[in-house]
T-cell receptor
Framework: EAQVTQNPRYLITVTGKKLTVTCSQNMNHEYMSWYRQDPGLGLRQIYYSMNVEVTDKGDVPEGYKVSRKEKRNFPLILESPSPNQTSLYFC????????????FGPGTRLTVT | DAKTTQPNSMESNEEEPVHLPCNHS???????IHWYRQLPSQGPEYVIHGLTSNVNNRMASLAIAEDRKSSTLILHRATLRDAAVYYC????????????FGKGTRLHILP
């Protein structure tokens, strides 16, 4: 089954404790993105990757890092999480840009205390 | 980065057609218009996309204005399961993949 998976689905952590949210897709997609969703603010893009070893900032990259060492995986790294990063995070992938649809993961709900 | 504007919320009766508008006055010639929807407690899912011509699929129709500065997502016969937040976004080819979702339109379906 074609899918985007994220782990963990739920995470409660404390300020400053490094964490990684994994994202994996099995569709051989070139393009991957991370979004955060907060009440009243909609979906905002954090980082995107157009190919292996190619990443770029989205709208709200501050406080986040990403890596794309292999095509299928695109982990989101919070090196020193803060309470304002409490949010619902979605990973997405697509074969290309322009006329290609994005497939979204189920989401990761992160709480930083 | 091109942006879109949508009404915050809309309401429709069950089994009636729904027309969801989207304005994108700064659209570029290579921007595709995409629609996604997000059901409660789920990730966004693709609905439809187009470039210049109107498009139909099993879920919906997309009507694109001749000047491409606006578009309308049409749900031909709304059901309670269509209650969701609908997002209209633009996606360019292939300079970068910056995508701005905005807040979308929350669609309420009345039984």
């Amino acid at each position: 089954e074609a899918q985007v998976t994220q782990n963990p689905r739920y995470l409660i952590t404390v300020t400053g404790k490094k964490l990684t949210v994994t994202c994996s897709q099995n569709m051989n997609h070139e393009y991957m993105s991370w979004y955060r969703q907060d009440p009243g603010l909609g979906l905002r893009q954090i980082y995107y990757s157009m190919n292996v070893e190619v990443t770029d900032k989205g709208d709200v990259p501050e406080g986040y890092k990403v890596s794309r060492k292999e095509k299928r995986n695109f982990p989101l790294i919070l090196e020193s999480p803060s309470p304002n990063q409490t949010s619902l995070y979605f990973c997405a992938s697509s074969y290309g840009t322009g006329g290609y649809e994005q497939y979204f993961g189920p989401g990761t709900r992160l709480t930083v205390t | 980065d091109a942006k879109t504007t949508q009404p915050n919320s809309m309401e429709s009766n069950e089994e009636e057609p729904v027309h969801l508008p989207c304005n994108h006055s700064t659209i570029s010639g290579t921007d595709y218009i995409h629609w996604y929807r997000q059901l409660p407690s789920q990730g966004p899912e693709y609905v439809i996309h187009g470039l210049t011509s109107n498009v139909n699929n099993r879920m919906a129709s997309l009507a694109i204005a001749e000047d491409r500065k606006s578009s309308t997502l049409i749900l031909h016969r709304a059901t309670l399961r269509d209650a969701a937040v609908y997002y209209c976004i633009l996606r360019d080819v292939p300079r970068d993949d910056k995508i701005i979702f905005g807040k979308g339109t929350r669609l309420h379906i009345l039984p």
